[in-house]
């Protein structure tokens, strides 16, 4: 906590311009990462042609996976460098990169698969739906190879998104005037926003979800907790995808 305390940050308006920026910067490398990963799966394909497949390829994995380590490496180190650019800050206190103890680890964990539990129940039994998202099955079936998919959901998009949600946007609006509660909302609205592959009731459960990750991030005083719940999150919905599709 004090690693925390002594390092300085962008406050509440200097974390948002440079969250609009880092997030600009996100939409526009899926977008690029996109149409390069279509391109070369079609050599000598016309420019008229580029915007359907596009289309086409919100469900490829393979777009899907190369999107997710593109912005993951492009803005992980912009992050960084926002980070670096702030007089009197350092990274570790700033983006809260501390270990947590094991029974912290464990409770939390243990918290996420109650959620992950309940929210199947709810997702099967009184929704009626599959268990893995119709929107994702295309993105997990189409991935060649699929363990380049792993590895963006696991490590890629966890990384990626813990860093800029529950890291840096929570360090610099839980100092303002929206406190650790607050912070906890606005960030899991944020990161559901970005979501845009998944319906209403998919996205609600994003919601929740980030809620959850949230609260380990304030109790804690750790990024690397919500890291690595998120990262156990995705690699439940990889081996239930593997096994029901």
């Known amino acids: 906590m004090s690693a925390q305390r002594e390092s300085a940050h962008w406050g509440f308006w200097g974390t948002l311009?440079?969250?609009?920026?880092?997030?600009?910067?996100?939409l526009a490398l899926q977008t690029v990462a996109s149409v390069v990963v279509v391109v070369l799966a079609n050599p000598g394909i016309a420019a008229d042609d580029v915007a359907p497949l596009l289309i086409a390829a919100v469900s490829d994995g393979n777009v899907?996976?190369?999107?997710?380590?593109?912005?993951?490496?492009v803005c992980g180190l912009a992050i960084l460098g926002v980070v670096k650019?702030?007089?009197g800050s350092d990274l570790r206190g700033y983006l809260c990169l501390v270990p947590v103890g094991r029974g912290t680890l464990l409770k939390?964990?243990?918290?996420l698969?109650?959620?992950?539990?309940?929210?199947?129940?709810?997702?099967?039994?009184?929704?009626h739906r599959p268990v893995v998202p119709e929107s994702m099955a295309p993105v997990f079936t189409s991935a060649r190879p699929v363990w380049l998919l792993w590895i963006a959901l696991v490590a890629g998009a966890p990384l990626f998104e813990e860093l800029f949600f529950r890291g840096f946007l929570f360090r610099g609006f839980e100092a303002s005037?929206?406190?650790?509660?607050?912070?906890?909302?606005v960030?899991?609205?944020?990161w559901t926003a970005i979501h845009v592959q998944y319906d209403?009731?998919?996205?609600?459960?994003?919601?929740?979800?980030?809620?959850l990750f949230g609260a380990a991030r304030a109790a804690s005083r750790s990024t690397l907790l919500p890291m690595a719940m998120h990262a156990a999150t995705n690699v439940l919905a990889c081996v239930q995808a593997a096994l029901y599709l």
């Not at 939390?108 to 918290?111: E, K």
Request: proline share 1%.
């Open 85 to 87: 650019l702030k007089r």
């Open 187 to 190: 960030t899991s609205a944020l």
């Open 113 to 127: 698969a109650a959620f992950a539990v309940a929210s199947d129940l709810v997702t099967v039994y009184v929704m």
């Open 108 to 111: 939390w964990l243990g918290l």
């Open 17 to 26: 311009a440079w969250g609009l920026l880092i997030a600009a910067a996100f």
């Open 64 to 73: 899907f996976a190369w999107s997710i380590v593109t912005t993951t490496l």
């Open 200 to 211: 209403a009731y998919q996205l609600a459960t994003i919601f929740l979800l980030g809620l």
């Open 177 to 185: 005037f929206l406190g650790p509660a607050g912070t906890t909302i």
